[in-house]
T-cell receptor, first 113, second 116 residues
Framework: KNQVEQSPQSLIILEGKNCTLQ??????????LRWYKQDTGRGPVSLTI?????NTKSNGRYTATLDADTKQSSLHITASQLSDSASYIC????????????FGSGTRLSIRP | EPEVTQTPSHQVTQMGQEVILRCVPI?????FYWYRQILGQKVEFLVS????????KSEIFDDQFSVERPDGSNFTLKIRSTKLEDSAMYFC??????????????FGPGTRLLVL
């Protein structure tokens, strides 16, 4: 069964610290993997998109990595800010078919001053 | 920066009533989507729409649901005879080209629907 699992479920860090969020997937075939940031009560906002041939993608303080062999991805946030407090969702698209896209449950990140 | 907009932001309705959720996708986008997110759960795909017809739909999208693009700008989701379990956040999304791997999907802010 195609699944996307994220860890940790929640994370609290101090402002200015770095953190890494994990995503493991069992989706096959695989077209692309996306990381989204979702503020409470808002829609997801795209952070990075990686196709199977890419193994890293950066967007400012966000860096995503992808290991297609082990089917793992990570999202690294450097120098965290209070505004980084949100849920971070890993989404795997197996075939560019909207109905097949699988959302992870997200990691809820809280940044404390 | 262009954005997807949704109205209303919140909707409270009585069980059995019909609701229409509205979305204005980004103007040059061609592919439109509805998703829902029940409180505390994952985002779930409902339906995709292209060239004035449904491209794909999930098992959730049964006869209770319908979508249309009545005037070339608005994209609506109609839920007939709402049930308690329809209470969720409904997100509209759009993209310029669904066939390109990695094409960014832009989400609206959502409509929070509460069925009493």
């Amino acid at each position: 069964k195609n699944q996307v699992e994220q860890s940790p479920q929640s994370l609290i860090i101090l402002e200015g610290k770095n953190c890494t969020l994990q995503c493991n997937y069992t989706v096959s075939p695989f077209s692309n993997l996306r990381w989204y940031k979702q503020d409470t009560g808002r829609g997801p906002v795209s952070l990075t998109i990686m196709t199977f041939s890419e193994n890293t993608k950066s967007n400012g303080r966000y860096t995503a990595t992808l290991d297609a062999d082990t089917k793992q991805s990570s999202l690294h946030i450097t120098a965290s800010q209070l505004s980084d407090s949100a849920s971070y969702i890993c989404v795997v698209d197996p075939s560019s078919s909207a109905s097949k896209i699988i959302f992870g449950s997200g990691t809820r990140l809280s940044i404390r001053p | 920066e262009p954005e997807v907009t949704q109205t209303p932001s919140h909707q409270v309705t009585q069980m059995g009533q019909e609701v229409i959720l509205r979305c204005v996708p980004i103007s040059n986008h061609l592919y439109f989507y509805w998703y829902r997110q029940i409180l505390g759960q994952k985002v779930e795909f409902l339906v995709s729409f292209y060239n004035n017809e449904i491209s794909e739909k999930s098992e959730i999208f049964d006869d209770q649901f319908s979508v249309e693009r009545p005037d070339g700008s608005n994209f609506t989701l109609k839920i007939r005879s709402t049930k308690l379990e329809d209470s969720a956040m409904y997100f509209c999304a759009s993209t310029s080209d669904a066939g390109v791997p990695g094409e960014t999907q832009y989400f609206g802010p959502g409509t929070r629907l509460l069925v009493l």
